[in-house]
């Protein structure tokens, strides 16, 4: 009996290539990958449409799509991870010296308030500088990728015609997260940004999840076993990369890699640990940022996010 193939879009990186060029395989179903640019088009069309059957997805649309009901359920595979000190750019002409500068000012956030960046750049500011994020207009450049989410009081749409870059470099807003503005008067709002974020790891702990994996409820249901396969799948493949940055092997490494292997200086571990075990801190913190910011109206437990014969693995 064939084997089914299952739609799967995952953007190629480090961690899952050897899956897409098919060194490593699942073992009771195929891959087929679909190439999907940019990315985040396909978390809006796997939360509106469920289009693929396996798909990488922000996790904070995860978190908003899990509470208004959408029908996959996510993986504890975590593909991407970044720090975001460096996400937030503040005019230096609008009062903003310091993060809590940034209370009772229009802030802008690209793309939609639950853009995971956004997310944790707002954690950053609340619990690793002070800020009150309720003192904070955020202005959106976009809408969220689950359409039923409503988002707190302080949470605008932007004008319509207009660019973020072009608003904070007019000192219209003060400072946005997520935007690039080629101009003078618009700088990172915390120094030394990338070094700031390595701190944070080293004396908190502090390792931000972006992206995990999500698959079609009604293939878990119909197919016992499916999340550990794929999980199992994508830890060997997540292996055979962490031995390349160990060893060297990786010819021109990217800002990622550099990024990995930093990590793994800092930690003395893997530096993209798969399961709920290794990430609980993480995804508690995550999942409580999501709940203060408005973003989940409950907190979830971490074993209500994942499969039940995913939880006790670890990649």
Not at 212 to 235: N, Q, T
Not at 249 to 263: A, C, F, N, Q, S
Request: some cysteine.
């Amino acid at each position: 009996m064939a084997k089914p193939r299952l739609k799967t879009v995952t953007r190629t990186q480090g961690n899952n290539r050897a899956l897409k060029d098919g060194s490593v395989a699942a073992g009771t179903f195929d891959f087929d990958f679909v190439e999907v640019d940019p990315l985040i088009d396909a978390f809006r069309r796997m939360v509106r449409g469920l289009e693929f059957d396996i798909c990488e997805m922000a996790m904070t649309t995860y978190l908003s799509a899990k509470e208004h009901g959408k029908h996959f359920t996510a993986l504890p595979v975590f593909l991407v991870r970044a720090f975001h000190h460096g996400a937030i750019v503040a005019n230096t002409k609008s009062g903003i010296r310091t993060p809590r500068d940034l209370e009772g000012k229009r802030v802008g956030v690209n793309r939609g308030y639950t853009v995971t960046t956004g997310v944790w750049a707002r954690s950053v500011l609340q619990h690793q500088y002070g800020v009150d994020l309720g003192k904070i207009t955020w202005v959106l450049s976009g809408d969220e990728h689950v359409a039923e989410f409503r988002p707190p009081a302080n949470v605008v749409p932007m004008e319509k015609g207009r660019k973020m870059a072009d608003l904070v470099a007019s000192g219209e807003l003060a400072a946005a997260i997520g935007v690039e503005a080629d101009h003078p008067d618009v700088e990172p709002l915390i120094a030394n940004a990338k070094e700031a974020g390595f701190e944070a790891l080293r004396t908190r702990g502090h390792y931000p999840i972006n992206h995990a994996i999500v698959v079609k409820d009604e293939l878990l249901a119909a197919h016992p076993g499916l999340a550990a396969d794929a999980f199992r799948a994508f830890a060997e493949s997540k292996r055979r990369y962490v031995e390349l940055l160990k060893s060297g092997g990786i010819e021109k490494p990217t800002p990622v890699d550099e990024m990995h292997r930093r990590v793994m200086q800092i930690t003395g571990a893997d530096p993209l640990p798969y399961g709920i075990a290794p990430n609980r801190g993480a995804l508690s913190e995550l999942v409580g940022s999501a709940k203060e910011q408005g973003i989940i109206a409950s907190a979830f437990e971490l074993e209500e996010l994942f499969p039940p014969e995913t939880l006790d693995l670890v990649g």
